[in-house]
């Protein structure tokens, strides 16, 4: 199983210090977890973007370009592109630029953005929601495989100027991009992913660890009937946590609790207590914060209940200071990985 990290580049006001970061200096601790997710043996590092002003990433290329040039193996993506709010023209000239500088570890997360500034920002109407993301992402996907066979697209839709015997460049190393969509876990846009024929990724905020089996389930199910190689398509998951030989649900907690506050207070639902954060915390729970062994035996459990392929986390909700994060990102490279490895081999000989 591919194990990762992504981040957001979060600049919140320290809730237990009161202490700040400036912008330049999380691109700089992004840039540093990056090499040591690349020294431990992590799989992924991700960045996506936000456009507010408790995060530094709004641009999500320029910081993978730069960690693509000072990584050697690990794979750089776009934890989440707001694709609906952007040109897929340009998308994909941007990474297949960046797969070029990274020799070929370029991904791309195509989603429709949990947060809406951007929406106002570029000119799209929310009422728009579903129709710019089902014409932006049908559009890019038939770039790549225009890419793929070296072929120029003739194209039109309502949302861009229309596309006549054009060819896209720069192309991708082998022409292709690898491109991945994200979702919250609805059924329609697991519907989506496999009826596109696409790896799909689940943000598992919350809730029990088998909450999303259904849905991916549903994907695998649905990509079968499209008619698209099941064994192919990879299914991953994203979710929050913080790794440490001690605490780490402690240390976790304000920041997580921080940072829901005002996702509360700005949608209108309860704020997470100290209650609900400790049966998320648990072993069936949504939040991966614990000792290596226990984030371990929590990711294998997730795996039990959806199969996935790739599992990712978010340790710096709200700042947690860099240097739990880099603890977290070690142990996770050289303690969780090397666990969750050796039960798979172990499953996969059993059931041999």
Known sequence: MELGVYSFGDVHQDPVTGATVSSEQRVADLLERARLADEVGLDYFGIGEHHRADFAISATVPVLAAAAA??????????????????????????????????????????????????????????????????????LLTLNEAGRKEESITWSGKFRPALHEATIYPRPVDNNLDIWIATGGTPASSARAARLGTNVIYALLGGPVHGFARHAQLYRAEAAQAGHN??????????????????????????????MEGIARERGFPAPNRISYNMQTAPNGGIYAGTPEQVAEKILLTHEHMGHDRHILQMDLASVPQKHVLKSIELLGTEVKPLVDAELRTSKKATA
């Not at 997360?109 to 799209?124: D, K, M, N």
């Not at 990879?234 to 780490?248: I, P």
């Open 70 to 139: 000072q990584t050697r193996n690990i794979k750089v993506g776009s934890a989440v592109t707001v694709l609906s709010t952007e040109d897929p023209v340009r998308v994909y000239q941007q990474f297949a630029t960046l797969d070029l500088i990274s020799g070929g570890r370029a991904e791309l997360t195509a989603g429709r953005g949990s947060f809406i500034e951007s929406y106002p920002l570029f000119g799209a109407e929310l009422n728009d929601y579903e129709a710019l993301y089902e014409e932006k992402i049908a559009l």
């Open 230 to 259: 099941v064994e192919a398509l990879k299914v991953g998951v994203s979710a929050v946590g913080l790794v440490a030989k001690s605490g780490a649900a402690d240390t976790f907690y304000p920041y997580y609790r921080h940072l």
